[in-house]
């Protein structure tokens, strides 16, 4: 594990995984109680992920979690109530009951996007996101999750295929915890690393130890500071295990025991706590006043989701549409000059007209233009094999160590086009 | 029917207020753009070639490659791009090539765009626009009109016009609406009629329909393409004594029951001409509302004017045959003003 963080950094990547646990054996304890109104789902095991990579981001970037990085809500700075509270169908829920589990966002501070059940969705969404920060001159990223499964849905390849040729800040991170509910990634999806999709796309991609918190955080900051300076999309394959069924009442039965076995002893809380006593950065006192706080804590935020009321039926009936000029309060923040997007500077030049063609009013004339030249006439020369190829074989299972890897980089990517913006 | 506009596509300098459909739309998507710096314009073939149907043309060069997108084919990153841009204060403006291809993207409307500001209070103030409808032989998959599907999606408004100024000034009011709508284009209306359109700036309500001839016998209601036949219908019905109250509903939804039920009332019949098949199409929820709350004020059946419940066919004889025309409108109400 690297040390370029700080030791507060480390403390604070233990306190978010240790408060995703916490988080999540509450809401157990609440569902055998009855308290839960749906599913429960859960990210044990899974919790170095969704902390490394949020942990990774600005204030500023954008998050769309899914329904297994409760980690990356709570690094946002989500308090753990709302979590309850959403889970309970609680009227002080962030959706006010209308919808459980993640399912919630914050448009105007923490800049979290909801997720729907439909998985791949958020991709395409999280690159408009990305595309107008672009536009608006924030210099953000946006970030969101999919899991091996949901990375054989249509959208994922229409929103991901859709960013890399916008090159749009944006950056991916796939879960890989092996199994979709039952069916194992084999059956999802014929490639020993999922990462090896980035490959289609023509965008950078990398594989980490997902149960690796400092590898996941150093890979995610890598990636998200490269999404920053304008490299296009990222793809980060996170490999680890879901180490319980696809929600509560599922046994997974079908998992075989080896191989949970295998994981369960490479439990990423676990391990960063051998690594942080090793580096002494953690000593037992340390470890109790951390879980004094979480308790404690956790203690409060339950009393107050549980104490909140239910939500009055009328409200099933509120809110369908966004009514009134009050209503839509989200108003485009520019940091840059607004004379940049509008004429004349925003207008293009045809590189050439054709005599008849077109020949609308828009176009001043019987010439419209029919070419822009953001072509290129003839084709490039084929470019060095600089970093092309994969470095070495990729390991299904992981290592101890963390592994890094970048995969082949689009031989055009940088070259000849000017980027868009 | 409506006047043919034969010189479309070459040089057509309209007088200030004689436009087309097509320019009619073209005209609002540039003015918008050029109103405010939050609308954009993403979809297929949008920017260097002006759209399919030429309505984005002349926009690329105005207001350049970020505002005028050029995207994959791919409708459902389209729509949830749009989506994602309208999060951080922007308007996007969405074009389906043809609209028949909106169904590629239904999850992300139906799911992601329609109930976000219900759940969690995320408006998506994006319009979603595209040519609809047949009558030009575009074959099954070219000649849709899907909007009941979308009719039935709480948190979409969706309208259908049927005249160039309402064109303009619906597709004004949709990109400055605060929520999501579905705007559809019936491309048999592109060239072939013309309107007036004033020369300032402009809305019309979304939401409110439209009384296009005044009767006293019966009511009709229509949109788009079949707001034309239902005219047509109505001039011949009148040389038969029989006066047609028309009604353009404009807007879909939210559909306005005040206009319907204020005619229905005062005529007593009502006719509903769609171009939409008939199973679930916008007529089997309207007789339902004349049911609930005009029952005792009708004096005959409801009478619904529709394609038939099939794919559009693609010769001309069969298109012919599916789809509605003046003959069948004008027996429809002949019959119904029996009653």
């Known amino acids: 594990m690297k040390k370029e963080l700080t030791p507060p950094q480390h403390l604070d990547l233990y306190y978010y995984m240790r408060l995703n646990r916490a988080v999540e054996d509450t809401m157990v304890k609440l569902f055998r109680q009855n308290k839960i109104v749906g599913g429960l789902y859960s990210s044990l095991g899974q919790e170095a992920i969704s902390v490394g990579t949020a942990y990774a981001l600005e204030k500023k970037d954008w998050i769309a979690p899914m329904i297994r990085n409760i980690g990356a809500l709570l690094v946002k700075g989500v308090p753990p109530r709302d979590i309850f509270m959403q889970h309970m169908a609680k009227y002080d829920s962030p959706t006010k009951g209308k919808d459980g589990t993640s399912h919630f966002g914050d448009l105007d501070n923490l800049h979290i996007v909801s997720p729907i059940s439909m ?140 191989m949970r076995a295998y994981w369960e002893a490479r439990d990423p809380i676990a ?24 308790d404690s804590l956790l203690a409060a935020e339950r009393e107050f ?105 689009a031989a055009t990517a940088s070259s000849s086009r000017k980027a868009r913006r | 029917m409506a006047k043919t506009n034969g010189s479309a596509g070459n040089g057509h300098t309209p007088s200030a207020a004689q436009i087309t459909f097509l320019e009619a739309i073209r005209q609002a998507m540039f003015e918008e753009m050029e109103r405010d710096p939050t609308v954009l314009l993403i979809g297929e073939d949008v920017g260097v070639y002006g759209g399919a149907f030429k309505t984005s043309e002349g926009l690329l060069e105005r207001f350049g490659w970020e505002r005028v997108i050029d995207t994959p084919i791919s409708e459902s990153a389209i729509i949830g791009a749009a989506c994602g841009m309208s999060y951080l204060g922007l308007r996007p403006i969405c074009e389906m090539q043809f609209i028949d291809f909106i169904v590629c993207a239904f999850n992300q409307i139906t799911n992601f765009v329609a109930k976000g500001h219900y759940l969690w209070n995320a408006p998506a103030p994006m319009v979603i626009r595209g040519p609809s409808g047949g009558g030009v032989h575009g074959g099954p998959f070219h000649s849709a009109n899907p909007e009941m599907y979308f009719v039935h999606t709480p948190g979409l408004k969706v309208i259908y016009p049927s005249t160039p100024y309402d064109a303009k000034g619906l597709l004004k009011a949709a990109v400055r609406d605060n929520n999501p709508v579905l705007f559809f284009e019936h491309k048999f209306l592109y060239r072939r009629i013309k309107g007036e359109v004033p020369a300032g700036d402009y809305t019309v309500p979304i939401g409110k329909a439209v009384v296009r001839r005044e009767g006293r016998h019966l009511t009709i209601l229509s949109y788009a393409a079949m707001m034309h036949t239902s005219l047509e219908a109505a001039d011949a019905l009148a040389k038969e004594g029989i006066q047609a109250e028309v009604i353009d509903l404009r807007t879909l939804l939210p559909l306005d029951e005040e206009t319907i039920l204020h005619s229905v009332k005062k005529t007593n019949k009502c006719l509903i001409v769609h171009e939409d098949t008939k199973t679930g199409g916008i007529a089997g929820e309207i007789a339902a509302i004349l049911f609930e709350k005009a029952f005792d004020d009708l004096d005959g059946p409801l009478v619904r004017v529709t394609a038939l419940d099939t794919p559009v066919p693609y010769a001309p004889t069969l298109e012919e045959h599916f789809l509605p025309n003046a003959k069948k409108v004008f027996a429809a109400a002949k019959e119904l003003a029996r009653y």
């Open chain 1, 305 to 409: 989701a549980e104490k909140s009321p239910m939500p009055p039926a009328e409200l099933a009936e509120e809110g369908v549409y966004c009514t009134g000029d009050e209503c839509h309060k989200i108003r485009a923040k520019w940091e840059r000059p607004i004379s940049e997007v509008t004429p004349p500077k925003s207008s293009v030049k045809a590189v050439w007209t054709v005599a008849g063609f077109g020949s609308g009013k828009g176009s001043g004339g019987a010439n419209a233009p029919i070419h822009f030249g953001e072509t290129q006439a003839a084709p490039p020369k084929p470019a060095r094999e600089s970093n092309n190829g994969r470095a070495g074989k990729a390991t299904a299972k992981p290592p101890g160590k963390s592994v890094l890897k970048k995969t082949a980089k």
């Open chain 1, 271 to 294: 391990l960063y706590e051998k690594f942080l006593t090793a580096e002494k950065l953690l000593d037992a006192k340390g470890k109790r006043e951390i879980e004094e706080k979480l």
């Open chain 1, 119 to 258: 998985l791949g969705d958020l991709i395409p969404v999280m690159t408009g996101v990305a595309l107008a920060g672009r536009y608006l001159g924030q210099e953000i990223v946006a970030m969101t999750w999919i899991g091996d499964g949901g990375s054989s849905t249509g959208v994922f390849h229409e929103g991901l295929n859709f960013a890399a040729t916008q090159k749009a800040p944006f950056v991916l991170i796939l879960e890989n915890n092996l199994w979709a509910y039952s069916t194992p990634v084999r059956k999802q999806v014929p490639l020993e690393n999922l990462a090896d999709r980035a490959k289609a796309y023509g965008i950078e991609s990398y594989i980490v130890e997902g149960n690796d918190v400092v590898a996941v955080y150093s890979t995610a900051k890598e990636a998200v500071e490269r999404a920053r300076a304008g490299e296009g999309p990222i793809l980060i394959e996170a490999k680890t295990f879901r180490r319980l069924g696809h929600a509560q009442h599922d046994p997974a039965e079908y998992v075989p025991k080896e």
